[in-house]
C-alpha cells in the first residue's frame, strides 16, 4: 500500500528556478527517503532523514521533515536540465523492513 | 564496487508462460528486495529477503515467488504470466538490517504479449 503521497504529481520550471516536492504520509515513522529515478531506470537514493531530524541539506537538495504534520519537503535549488526526473518519497518504520513508498512527483525542467 | 546487476535487461513473453528474474546485490549487501513498477499502479513492494529468509511479503498474488541464495543473490518467478504483469521489475540491496537506503539496479523490463 502506498503511505507517501506527493505533492505535486507534476512539476514543470524553467532552468535555475527552485524545485520544490512535498511528500506527506499517515503512520509513525523511524526515517524517510527521498529517491530519483530517470525515465525506465533504476532508483537513486538523494537522501536520508531521520525522525529526529528537522532538516538536511546535500549539495543543491535540502530536505525538511516535519513530524507533526507527518509532512516532507524537497527542495532543489538552481535546477539543471539534468535534474528531470520523477522523485519519491519513501518512509521506513523501526518494525518492518518494508519502505512505504510514494506515487512520486515528476519533474521537467525546460532549458 | 560494483552495483546491484539485474537480468535480463528486457525480455518479452506470452500468457501463460513463465519467468524468472535475476538479481546480484551489491558486495557485502545481505538484504534484497523487489519492487514492480507500473505507470499505473507505481512502485509495489513485491518481498523482501534477508540470509536466504522472506521477511516481508507484499500483497500480490501466489504466482510471484522469489528466493535467495547463500551468496545472497536473488531470483524472483511470474508463473501462468498476464497481461497486467508487463512492467518494470526492479531490486534492490540493503547492507542494513533496518529499512535504510536502497541501491536499485537498472530493472528488467518485462512484456507480456
Known amino acids: 500500500s502506498q503511505q507517501g503521497e506527493e505533492d505535486p504529481q507534476a512539476l514543470s520550471i524553467q532552468e535555475g528556478e527552485n524545485a520544490t516536492m512535498n511528500c506527506s504520509y499517515k503512520?509513525?515513522?523511524?526515517?524517510l527517503q527521498w529517491y530519483r529515478q530517470n525515465s525506465g531506470r533504476g532508483l537513486v537514493h538523494l537522501i536520508l532523514?531521520?525522525?529526529n531530524e528537522r532538516e538536511k541539506h546535500s549539495g543543491r537538495l535540502r530536505v525538511t521533515l516535519d513530524t507533526s504534520k507527518k509532512s516532507s519537503s524537497l527542495l532543489i535549488t538552481a535546477s539543471r536540465a539534468a535534474d528531470t526526473a520523477s522523485y519519491f518519497c519513501?518512509?521506513?518504520?523501526?518494525?518492518?523492513?518494508?519502505?512505504?513508498w510514494g506515487a512520486g512527483t515528476k519533474l521537467i525542467i525546460k532549458p | 564496487k560494483a552495483g546491484v546487476t539485474q537480468t535480463p535487461r528486457y525480455l518479452i513473453k506470452t500468457r501463460g508462460q513463465q519467468v524468472t528474474l535475476s538479481c546480484s546485490p551489491i558486495?557485502?549487501?545481505?538484504?534484497v528486495s523487489w519492487y514492480q513498477q507500473t505507470p499505473g499502479q507505481g512502485l509495489q513492494f513485491l518481498f523482501e529477503?534477508?540470509?536466504?529468509?522472506?521477511?516481508n511479503k507484499g500483497n500480490f498474488p501466489g504466482r510471484f515467488s522469489g528466493r535467495q541464495f547463500s551468496n545472497s543473490r536473488s531470483e524472483m518467478n511470474v508463473s501462468t504470466l498476464e497481461l497486467g504483469d508487463s512492467a518494470l521489475y526492479l531490486c534492490?540491496?540493503?547492507?542494513?538490517?533496518?529499512?535504510?537506503?536502497?541501491?536499485f539496479g537498472e530493472g528488467s523490463r518485462l512484456t507480456v504479449l
Open positions: 534492490a540491496s540493503s547492507g542494513q538490517g533496518a529499512p535504510g537506503e536502497l541501491f
Open positions: 558486495s557485502g549487501h545481505r538484504s
Open positions: 529477503y534477508f540470509s536466504e529468509t522472506q521477511r
Open positions: 503512520t509513525s515513522i523511524n526515517n
Open positions: 532523514i531521520r525522525s
Open positions: 519513501a518512509t521506513g518504520r523501526d518494525s518492518n523492513y518494508q519502505l512505504i
